[in-house]
């Protein structure tokens, strides 16, 4: 199970009009404590984990330190660079990985602005005891699934829900191939990562992650 820590800020690239700020490809960027002990507190400096991803339209989406500008509605962080649109939301908690400590699920997407066109790839995090101070720290853990959409459910597959239980995270995904059918399937720690119970059907390419930036 690949597991990361990002300790050091990275020089970031501003694009004024925008609101989003990205790196080229950080090699390692901030991660704020968790002081409350229950979520994640990254403050508005967030790190989008891919190193580049193509959408289905074909641009390119860049990976790396974002400031996103939020909360917006039920999105934890929002903002756009160029023609995207990078959103980054929380969700459930449980003790996943059965170390004793809270795991959480939080989604990053990248859409072009203003359409259905994009992605939104699905996380856990871990918590683990900070060698000083009295909270948590967050460490990002592994890759769980994906969605080839925005949030109108008009992908070749797409996420109904993430819920994460102890030991496992329960998955519920569509596909265009079976309209109407949720797939239901659970997702289990191993030594490689989280590993579903069976494919998704049609597009198991759902469960590839993204190349990481370094």
């Known amino acids: 199970m690949r597991i990361r820590k990002y300790l050091a800020a990275t020089v970031v690239l501003v694009s004024a009009a925008a609101g989003v700020a990205l790196t080229g490809a950080p090699a390692s960027a901030a991660v704020e404590p968790n002081t409350n002990n229950t979520k994640i507190d990254f403050g508005r400096r967030n790190v989008v984990p891919w190193e580049n991803i193509t959408l289905p339209d074909g641009t390119t989406c860049p990976g790396g330190v974002v400031t996103l500008e939020g ?52 996380y856990l995090y871990s918590f683990y005891k900070a060698p000083y101070g009295p909270g948590l ?73 993204p190349a990481r930036h370094n």
Request: charged share 20%; glycine share 12%.
């Open 71 to 122: 909360p917006v509605g039920g999105t934890w962080g929002k903002g756009q660079w160029n023609r995207l649109e990078y959103t980054t939301v929380e969700g459930d908690i449980a003790d996943v990985t059965g170390d004793g400590f809270p795991d959480q699920v939080v989604r990053y997407g990248c859409t072009v602005a203003g359409t259905d066109t994009g992605f939104h790839y699905y």
């Open 137 to 209: 720290s967050a460490i990002r853990e592994t890759f769980i699934t994906s969605s080839s959409a925005s949030e109108t459910n008009s992908g070749q597959w797409n996420v109904t829900h993430v819920t994460p239980v102890a030991g496992a995270i329960k998955v519920g995904q569509t596909v265009d191939t079976n309209p109407g059918q949720v797939e239901e399937r659970v997702f289990r720690p191993s030594p490689t990562g989280l590993v579903p119970d069976r494919p998704l059907p049609t597009y198991p390419q759902a469960d590839t992650e």
